[in-house]
């Protein structure tokens, strides 16, 4: 796969469209927060040490990052001499953005032949195939003949600390001889580690420089960098002894951490600061890698890969790997550190082996060495094998490990903690032993601790307890003890601990406490035995549960009758002990809603009623006491929802309520016509709902004009004025009540917080009243000129109109304005702005505040709001 190219310098022509540093040309489709990043991440700063003029001496720096705007990226930067203005400083910065499963290594590519220093005038590049690197394996073994291994150990352990985020490694070299020290790391250390590792071969300011890695010319003064960096100098003498011999048996040895201080000691003598500390697995996996050599990790890598899980990290979790792939070789003997942390690690890497690698390496770690590990280690191999689908590696370890406890028990040691058996026939003679126990079998029952002690021991061996004993266990002795304490005392530890982790003797214990007397058996449950129980979901304890929901009573009415029918519905199939017969019934809604639920109770209980429920003949006798009264004011549509839910589900109504359904239906869909009507089709339509309304329940009756008259006040007044003036009494009326509600709510009279005032009804209800007939200035005050402009002599009906008309103002609208605020009256004069009756409004209710004592209407907004 080719890897797209950028070339970025200070040049004329580029992608930017002007003079300056720029990207020249770049591979098109390249993320512009790669190139971003790659801007910052390749400046460069000439030596001060050389003259800016003599380019050819100026270092090279090959630079990379595993991650540059989320990509890896490989850059070559050389100093290019004048910018094209003149200016010295100029650099090229070649770059490739490489490809994440790309075999050639970065620092390989050294030298590489298709780099370039020039730019171009044609801005798109095409993408680079990578040919295989010039500082290969083969090339950087020889470079590395003559090196001290001290060195490369210690830089080893340092860029392993560095990539992990500890201080970077700082190398006092040349740009080359930097590039091999580099290239001689990435083909020591594992495949994934060496690609996570950037670096630079050369920098000009090493603490702007974030990489790994970077050189700094011979003769750069570092001595402000000393505890910021790791520093090495690897062209200073070593005077160390060299390094000891190895024979083929221990070509794959490893070192432990007696082996680590003189590798300390000797890297003292020759680097300009303290290397990391490192642990004994990472300074003996050092020493193996710097024996197999540049040349020998491949092997070593692809023996140990097979056996990692993706998500190692630094070489101390690749240690494992490498003792791993020597043991299953098998040609030479393991040293006792291998075999150490084989079996350290594979009790963790059987989850990622295959099954087959995971059993290999089990016998072969028991065939090498079966008596040294710990009964711990021992313990989880056996894990290990029964992971691993391996029977006969589980059989001989549990001999193992019951030889050792006999062994130690015969020689007067403590019984130790069961072992988890795989054997069936053991598992059910200690199970069997386990229920005997609980139920006597020495003569006496055991006490809570006593069980406690025993299922811990039953649960760490996997011994299958036996349930029925469990059971009698819980519903004999258990439930006995509970229910002679008082209901509000806390179990003791033992006793919580086998209703929490055993759910047959919760269920035993449930079927025990079942004889108890109603009241008792629910104070039980609200106490703290019952909370152990809470949020159990066996179906036996399903009854405590339930309960416990209803003495507890939270604030959430229609939760807790969702939880207490769904708990019933699901443990309804075993049978549990005085479980009742139906998920719905009008026991539990008393108990949720209490003794005087309204309208909205029915529509929260049935909106949970599906085709599964169980429901009880007495929730419609419960649905039927509440709909058979007047809803209070702003639950009518709540009782039509209601009403409708009952007649969809059918349910059972007592005989003086079953027409109610049959009833409403013909009113509410005349009413859910009216509320859709406008204009004249609306009167006609009050006209009908009116005769239909003649012989109907009172309930019917007030829910239906409740609702239309909340519609009928939007209507225009002339409109509304023609159909008050002949209605029946009972929709004018109704009409009022309405009027009242809208504009002067009981809420405002007690001083509670209300909408707005809504200041356009009042001003159609006053014309309303106008139009009706009603004289103003009869009331007290002396009529207004023009007060009858507009409106025909008499009403719309004659004397019974007018009449209607004085009712509407003296006996709803005047005292309504009694309740105004000063703001709010102001904003109903504001909307008689617009309209010729605005001073026949005024002059009205400024007589009849006058008539009660209010001191007049603009006497009052002075004093400020003031509440009736």
């Known amino acids: 796969m080719s890897s797209p190219q950028l070339y970025y310098t200070s040049c004329e022509r580029g992608l930017s469209g002007c003079t300056g540093y720029q990207f020249n040309a770049a591979t098109p489709g390249v993320d512009t927060r790669v190139l971003r990043e790659v801007e910052r991440f390749t400046v460069y700063e000439p030596p001060r040490a050389l003259p800016p003029d003599e380019v050819h001496r100026h270092p090279i720096n090959l630079c990379y990052s595993p991650d540059l705007g989320g990509a890896p990226v490989l850059s070559r930067v050389v100093s290019s001499g004048d910018d094209p203005s003149g200016r010295p400083g100029n650099y090229f910065a070649h770059s490739l953005v490489l490809d994440e499963g790309s075999e050639t290594l ?30 290969d394996r083969r090339r950087t073994s020889a470079w590395l003949r003559d090196r001290a291994e001290e060195t490369i150990r210690g830089l080893l352990v340092s860029v392993d600390a560095a990539i992990e985020g500890g201080a970077p490694v700082l190398l006092i070299a040349d740009d080359e001889a930097t590039a091999h020290w580099v290239a001689a790391l990435s083909h020591l250390l594992p495949p994934p580690l060496a690609r996570r590792m950037s670096f630079a071969t050369y920098s000009g300011n090493p603490e702007e420089t974030l990489v790994h890695v970077m050189g700094v010319p011979p003769g750069t003064d570092t001595r402000g960098l000393r505890g ?22 221990s070509a794959h040895r490893s070192f432990t951490g007696a082996e680590s201080a003189p590798l300390h000691e000797a890297l003292d003598t020759f680097e300009e600061g303290p290397i990391p500390e490192a642990c004994p697995e990472t300074l003996a996996l050092v020493s193996l890698l710097v024996h197999a050599g540049v040349e020998g990790t491949p092997a070593l890598w692809a023996a140990s890969l097979p056996y990692s899980s993706g998500r190692e990290g630094p070489l101390s979790e690749w240690r494992p790997l490498s003792a791993a792939a020597f043991l299953a070789d098998g040609s030479f003997p393991a040293a006792d550190p291998d075999l150490r942390a084989v079996r350290a690690w594979l009790p963790d890497a059987v989850a990622w082996l295959a099954p087959g690698q995971s059993r290999h390496l ?19 191999l056996r894990e290990v094998a029964h992971r691993a689908g391996d029977p006969e590696a589980t059989e001989r370890l549990e001999g193992l490990i019951l030889r050792r406890a006999l062994d130690g028990i015969a020689a007067g040691a403590s019984a130790p903690a069961m072992v988890p058996m795989r054997s069936a026939w053991a598992k059910e003679e200690a199970g069997a032993r386990i229920g005997a126990l609980l139920e006597g079998g020495l003569g006496i029952v055991p006490t809570p601790d006593r069980a406690v002690e025993l299922l811990r021991w039953a649960g760490s061996g996997g011994v299958p307890l036996p349930r029925s004993a469990l059971e009698r266990y819980g519903a004999g002795p258990i439930a006995h003890r509970i229910s002679a304490s008082p209901p509000e005392a806390e179990p003791d530890r033992y006793l919580t601990e086998l209703l929490a982790a055993h759910s047959p003797i919760r269920r035993g214990v449930a079927h025990g406490l079942a004889v108890l007397p109603r009241r008792n058996l629910a104070r039980l449950a609200a106490g703290p035995t019952g909370a152990l129980m809470a949020k159990d979901r066996e179906p036996a ?19 807790l009758l969702r939880a207490v029918m769904d708990s019933r519905r699901e443990a309804r199939p075993w049978a549990p002990p005085r479980l009742a017969d139906h998920d719905l019934d009008r026991e539990l809604l008393l108990r949720v809603w209490g003794p005087t639920p309204g309208p909205e109770t029915v529509t929260a209980a049935l909106s949970l009623v599906d085709g599964r429920t169980r429901i009880a003949p007495d929730v419609g006798d419960w649905c039927a006491r509440i709909l058979a009264r007047v809803p209070p004011r702003g639950l009518e549509e709540e009782w039509h929802h209601a009403l409708t839910l009952v007649g969809r589900l059918m349910l059972r109504l007592p005989e003086s309520c079953r027409g109610l359904v049959e009833e409403w239906a013909p009113v509410g869909a005349k009413v859910a016509a009216l509320r ?41 007044h002339r409109l509304c004025a023609r159909v008050m003036a002949d209605c029946p009494s009972k929709v004018f009326d109704s009409y009022c009540e ?54 025909p002599r008499g009403g719309e009906g004659g004397e019974r109109s007018a009449e209607r008309g004085r009712t509407l103002l003296d006996e709803v609208m005047g005292p309504s304005t009694l309740t105004w605020s000063r703001r709010e009256a102001a904003s109903v004069r504001k909307a008689f702005d617009r309209l010729p009756e605005g001073q026949v409004f005024e002059s009205w209710a400024r007589g009849f505040r006058d008539r009660h004592g209010q001191g007049g209407l603009f006497g009052r907004f002075r004093k400020g709001a003031r509440r009736a």
């Not at 089990?362 to 989880?380: E, S, V």
């Not at 309930?699 to 225009?716: F, G, K, N």
Request: aromatic share 4%.
């Open 106 to 135: 970065p620092a390989e590519l050294w030298g590489a032949s298709f780099w370039t220093d020039r730019p171009v005038t044609d801005p798109r590049l095409p993408g680079i195939t990578l040919p295989p690197g010039p500082l």
């Open 228 to 249: 910021r960096f790791v520093v090495f100098d690897p062209g200073r003498p070593v005077p160390i002894a060299p390094p000891p011999v190895h024979t083929a048996s």
């Open 362 to 380: 089990l016998h072969r770690l028991l065939d090498a060495d079966p008596d040294t590990p710990h009964d711990d280690d021992l313990a989880r």
């Open 541 to 559: 304890t399903a009854l405590l549960r339930e309960l416990r929901m209803l003495e507890l009573r939270e604030d959430d009415p229609p939760g």
């Open 676 to 716: 859709r009507a406008h204009g004249e089709e609306g009167a006609r339509l009050l006209v009908s709902l009116a005769a239909l309304l003649r012989g109907c329940r009172p309930v019917v009756e007030t829910v239906a004009l409740r609702r239309v008259c909340d519609r009928v006040l939007d209507w225009d």
């Open 738 to 791: 309405e009027v009242e509600e809208r504009l002067s709510p009981i809420e405002r009279a007690h001083g509670r917080s209300v909408p707005p005032l809504e200041a356009d009804l009042a001003v159609r209800v006053f014309l309303t009243a106008l139009r009706l007939g009603a004289e103003p200035g009869t009331s007290g005050e002396p009529g207004v000129k023009g007060a009858r402009a507009g409106r």
